[in-house]
């Protein structure tokens, strides 16, 4: 899913690894509410990044949507857009989402399924919930590209998540590995991703990688993460060194969580929009490309959509059209000011 924001924030990531988490007590990280689009705009709850905390691992974007009544709020329905030096990761608790990209690929986000993207040089693609979905409830994750991968040629993958079982909860695992299930998804850096789900009052002990840290990200009921207590939206922060994550449900009520770790990655990145990249020189020629390229820049009144010395070469964001019924989505204008770091 594209961030929609008309201004969106810059966020420079700097990750050094010696200055990631240690096995302390968890930390919350309460979401923001972020409106897409028009007046009918789908609300979702973002948790990364946050003042907080930028990254988990190479998971550099976290949004949490519904459960919420298409007839309401109109679905989902994101035009044609791009992205860079990403990938999405696309999962849903309900409703179905038809996908299309400019590599070619046409799939539908179900649940149970991941729908993978990576962007790598560049890619376009929309998003559309179906006629059939009549609630749309799940979860849009980005994982930033380590910089020896982040040029490569985009791709895009589907896999149906792997079922475990560990004490009283049942686990689908849809990234990486966990507690011995895994899944052959495609990533550059160290990650695992899974859904949790727990009865009311039930609890189970994770078996985790100590050089990983975590988020655990609460989509239903209430739950406690070694010990510390968080609400709906939440996402629960811990850092490296663990070698066990007890997560808890209340007794009033079953639980669902989203899991996600990985490696922390010691490189700098950029993230402005749909874009990630390593300065401020790249971001302004990705937008001016993704403008030139959909003819957004021409339809907002840009007359030069190319910074002054770029000549354009291949199209970096391929085919803009995915048999979408209007037109691509035009950037947001830059801000007036050099993008700035924003520290970890």
């Given amino acids: 899913m594209s961030n929609l924001e008309k201004r969106p924030a810059e966020t420079w990531v700097e990750c050094d690894a010696e200055v990631f988490g240690t096995p302390g007590a968890p930390e919350i990280i309460q979401a923001r509410e972020v409106p ?30 519904g459960p919420g009544d298409v007839a309401e709020t109109g679905g989902m329905v994101v035009p044609p857009h791009p992205h860079t030096g990403l990938q999405t990761v696309s999962w849903l ?19 149970g399924v991941l729908n993978l993207m990576t962007a790598g040089h560049g890619i376009s ?19 930033a590209l380590p910089e020896a991968s982040r040029q490569v040629d985009p791709f895009f993958e589907s896999h149906t998540a792997v079922a475990t079982r560990i004490d009283d909860a049942e686990i689908s695992v849809f990234v990486g590995e966990l507690a011995g299930a895994s899944v052959g998804a495609t990533t550059f850096t160290s990650l695992s991703a899974a859904e949790i789900r727990l009865p009311a009052g039930g609890s189970a002990v994770l078996p985790v990688r100590p050089d990983h840290e975590y988020g655990v990200l609460l989509d239903t009921g209430r739950v406690t993460v070694d010990g510390v207590a968080a609400e709906r939206t939440d996402l629960v922060y811990t850092g490296t060194g663990r070698e066990t994550l007890t997560i808890a449900a209340s007794a009033d009520g079953p639980a669902r969580v989203l899991l996600i770790g990985g490696e922390p990655l010691d490189e700098q990145i950029l993230m402005w929009w749909n874009f990630v990249g390593r300065s401020h020189e790249e971001i302004v020629e990705y937008r001016a490309e993704w403008q030139r390229e959909s003819g957004a820049g021409a339809a907002v009144g840009e007359t030069d959509a190319l910074p002054p010395g770029l000549e354009p ?4 964001f391929g085919d803009t059209d995915h048999h979408f019924e209007g037109p691509p989505l035009p950037a947001p204008v830059l801000p007036n000011v050099r993008l700035q770091p924003r520290r970890r």
């Fill in 36 to 65: 897409l689009g028009g007046p009918r705009a789908m609300t979702v709850h973002r948790t990364l990044p946050s003042k907080q905390r930028t990254m988990i691992g190479a998971w550099c974007f976290v949004d949490h949507y």
């Fill in 93 to 111: 608790f309900e409703g179905e989402i038809e996908h299309r990209d400019s590599v070619g690929s046409h799939a539908f986000v179900r649940p």
């Fill in 125 to 143: 693609h929309s998003e559309v919930s179906t006629p059939a979905t009549t609630i749309l409830h799940g979860a849009q994750l980005w994982v």
């Fill in 313 to 316: 070469t291949m199209r970096r």
